[in-house]
T-cell receptor
Framework: QKEVEQDPGPLSVPEGAIVSLNCTYSNSAFQYFMWYRQYSRKGPELLMYTYSSGNKEDGRFTAQVDKSSKYISLFIRDSQPSDSATYLCAIVMNTGFQKLVFGTGTRLLVSP | DADVTQTPRNRITKTGKRIMLECSQTKGHDRMYWYRQDPGLGLRLIYYSFDVKDINKGEISDGYSVSRQAQAKFSLSLESAIPNQTALYFC????????????FGPGTRLTVL
């Protein structure tokens, strides 16, 4: 079983739609949760970061963590064509070296 | 100018050749990382370095070696390239106190024929 599972997509939505991207993880020792966005031919860039259960909002983006279910989500409101990218969840285990464990990424396509 | 740069951006090589990928950063970060990205497998850690004298293997270090020439430079070498090393390679950096926030370079697309 992979430590982090993520549906690869692609997920296609019309402009303005609400997008839900999800990851599940297997190790309850994971404590920090992040979402990276990767545009085509670019490196990943940090989008959201949280270390507690609940919601964290940043503009049109909301990160949600449910530690009891080992489930994390990223919601994008009023999606735009410029949101078309691959979204990777990344999880950190807080023991010694804080290794990032990445999901495989979900490709999102927002059509005008 | 980009904070984390990688050279070359694209490289095609043949099986058995030695190849070096280079990474430079102007962020002043102590920690540097090399990842490879494959479809369906995501990003996997090859090597990481906490400072010039501290280099550690990641989860998939076989067939690779690294050199930390300075705080700002971290090179990845494939001693004898093989086709299954065809992938996207990313360098990343982070601050000592915040290793979870990693800043990635633009990547090198390597093809081994």
């Amino acid at each position: 079983q992979k430590e982090v599972e993520q549906d690869p997509g692609p997920l296609s939505v019309p402009e303005g739609a609400i997008v839900s991207l999800n990851c599940t993880y297997s190790n309850s020792a994971f404590q920090y949760f992040m979402w990276y966005r990767q545009y085509s031919r670019k490196g990943p860039e940090l989008l959201m970061y949280t270390y507690s259960s609940g919601n964290k909002e940043d503009g049109r983006f909301t990160a949600q963590v449910d530690k009891s279910s080992k489930y994390i989500s990223l919601f994008i409101r009023d999606s735009q064509p410029s949101d078309s990218a691959t979204y990777l969840c990344a999880i950190v285990m807080n023991t010694g070296f804080q290794k990032l464990v990445f999901g495989t990424g979900t490709r999102l396509l927002v059509s005008p | 100018d980009a904070d984390v740069t990688q050279t070359p951006r694209n490289r095609i090589t043949k099986t058995g050749k030695r190849i070096m990928l280079e990474c430079s950063q102007t962020k002043g970060h102590d920690r540097m990382y090399w990842y490879r990205q494959d479809p369906g497998l995501g990003l996997r850690l090859i090597y990481y370095s906490f400072d010039v004298k501290d280099i550690n293997k990641g989860e998939i270090s076989d067939g690779y070696s690294v050199s930390r020439q300075a705080q700002a430079k971290f090179s990845l070498s494939l001693e004898s390239a093989i086709p299954n090393q065809t992938a996207l390679y990313f360098c990343a950096t982070s601050l000592t106190v915040s290793t979870d926030t990693q800043y990635f370079g633009p990547g090198t697309r390597l093809t081994v024929l």
